[in-house]
């Protein structure tokens, strides 16, 4: 398995029979997989509030930006520029969610929030052409 790689690509299977890890820290398709998980959530979360932002009622807006903040920390650092746009606007939408029981985001901050959600959901356009090219290429 050693020689072929495979121990690399399943270290699982490698450790059950008895062949030490390669490498210590877990492999590269792991961390591959934990990468594209976080992406996935991201680009998850942002559909999400493009479909929410079309309801009547935006109370629950805030919680949803909260967790698109968690999501764009949990993709890694190259995803830190858009932290800042999100901690820019995060006590605008909190403050108008506070305001009544049926809240309805102003029209600045809906065209902030579609944007951002429409170019985080555009990554998922550029995985999915990675992904042709590299089927392509077997």
Not at 4 to 25: N, Y
Not at 36 to 56: C, E, K, P
Not at 108 to 131: A, D
Request: aromatic share 12%; net charge neutral; hydrophobic share 40%.
């Amino acid at each position: 398995m050693i020689q072929t790689g495979l121990a690399e690509m399943f270290p699982k299977s490698s450790e059950f029979l008895g062949i030490d890890p390669v490498i210590a820290g877990g492999s590269f398709i792991e961390a591959h997989l934990r990468q594209m998980s976080g992406i996935n959530q991201l680009v998850s979360m942002a559909l999400q509030l493009q479909n929410d932002l079309r309801l009547t009622n935006h109370k629950f807006i805030a919680h949803q930006v909260a967790l698109l903040y968690q999501c764009i920390n949990q993709a890694g650092p190259s995803y830190s520029k858009y932290r800042g746009r999100v901690e820019e606007h995060f006590t605008n939408i909190k403050d108008v969610c506070n305001l009544s029981e049926e809240p309805f985001l102003p029209a600045e901050l809906q065209t902030w929030y579609s944007l951002i959600s429409n170019f985080l959901t555009c990554l998922r356009s550029y995985f999915i052409l990675f992904v042709q090219k590299l089927m392509s290429t077997f």
